[in-house]
């Protein structure tokens, strides 16, 4: 589905805010992660656009990851006022977390303590590069 508008982006995010809730609440954490791998990585895509950095084959959430860190050690970049390199380096951790788990569950080499610690960390970055991104946003606007 193509969005067409903000109003469409911002329906479209209760919606997977109301799924990834009620994941969560009724255990099905490997659907919560799918979700905040999504949310996360399109947070980092809108402060790409944002800072007007982001490029098609910009594609992956560590090629996102990697050019949001490069625009925020630029000594022109506002982004450090709104985002820290720890939450960028906590959701670089996580992913290394959901990589392993997802390459782990062909293998049942898994267990759900472990997808359960993943889903709720998850829930967390995707609130803080949330509160972030929105933050960025209007701060470039506000220029």
């Known amino acids: 589905m193509l ?27 490997l659907e919560a992660i799918f979700i905040e791998y999504a949310l996360i990585e399109d947070r980092l895509k809108s402060i790409l656009i944002s800072a007007n950095r982001f490029k098609p084959n910009l594609m992956s959430l560590s090629r996102k990851m990697s050019e949001v860190k490069r625009y925020h050690q630029l000594k022109t ?12 380096d906590l959701i670089k951790l996580w992913s290394l977390k959901r990589n392993q788990l997802i390459h782990a569950l062909a293998a049942n080499n898994f267990d759900d303590d472990t997808i359960k610690e993943i889903a709720t960390e ?18 470039i606007e506000n220029l």
């Not at 067409?4 to 009620?22: A, D, G, M, Q, T």
């Not at 970049?77 to 960028?88: A, R």
């Not at 970055?125 to 929105?134: D, E, G, P, Y």
């Open 122 to 139: 998850g829930i967390e970055l995707v609130r803080q590069i949330s509160k972030s991104a929105q933050k960025f946003k209007s701060k």
């Open 77 to 88: 970049s506002s982004l450090s006022h709104c985002l820290t390199l720890e939450i960028l």
């Open 3 to 29: 969005m067409n508008s903000n109003k469409e982006k911002y329906e479209n995010y209760k919606i997977l805010f109301s799924r990834l809730n009620k994941a969560l609440k009724n255990e099905f954490y």
